[in-house]
């Protein structure tokens, strides 16, 4: 599924974005990128693959009440065979390295209280960097979250990291405790 990421990130990057305002309000430029990137990972998936990916899906395992709406992943990848079954991304404009607010809090208060992939022990933040270096994006989530951040083994040419996380999980779910939470930025083709 990563690598299904990168590559659709790496087709986004060659000419796709041409078809996104990258001067929009950022949750409208947020949803552009998602939009055409999940479109991207749908094209690259093998046939044979057990999941697609699906922009915008809704999280009802953790809904507040009956009859309202769950929690909306930027993009998640849902399992055909058990449809509860979805690896998210959630994907965060950063137009500078240091800007991390809303990034931390979706971090902090979707994944790491269960509100995102509660019958997953992984997920992904994705940042769309639009100045400055990933490396600087890595020391300050490492900083913040006073926690190390790891390359990943298989990608270590990507700017990618991942961080181990203990949830808070509600009293009497059986959802995992254990998070792996997997950091890629990809560096925006603009000058600002």
Request: proline share 6%; glycine share 6%; aromatic share 10%.
């Amino acid at each position: 599924m990563i690598e299904l990421i990168w590559n659709g990130c790496d087709k986004l990057i060659h000419g796709l974005l041409a078809q996104c305002d990258l001067y929009e309000v950022d949750h409208d430029l947020e949803r552009g990128i998602t939009q055409e990137l999940e479109l991207e990972i749908n094209l690259l998936r093998p046939d044979y693959a057990p999941f697609m990916a699906q922009h915008e899906r809704y999280e009802h395992a953790t809904r507040s009440r009956r009859g309202s709406r769950g929690r909306q992943y930027d993009i998640a990848f849902v399992w055909v065979g058990d449809r509860r079954l979805t690896w998210p991304i959630e994907a965060k404009v950063l137009r500078t390295p240091g800007r991390l607010a809303d990034y931390l809090k979706s971090l902090r208060n979707r994944f790491l209280n269960c509100q995102y992939a509660p019958y997953s022990s992984q997920g992904a933040m994705l940042g769309f960097l639009f100045s400055g270096e990933p490396a600087a994006v890595f020391d300050a989530l490492q900083a913040k979250l006073r926690i190390a951040l790891r390359p990943h083994p298989s990608f270590l040419a990507r700017d990618h990291r991942t961080s181990d996380h203990t949830r808070r999980v509600p009293q009497g779910k059986p959802y995992p405790r254990v998070f792996l939470c997997h950091h890629l930025v990809l560096r925006m083709p603009i000058d600002n």
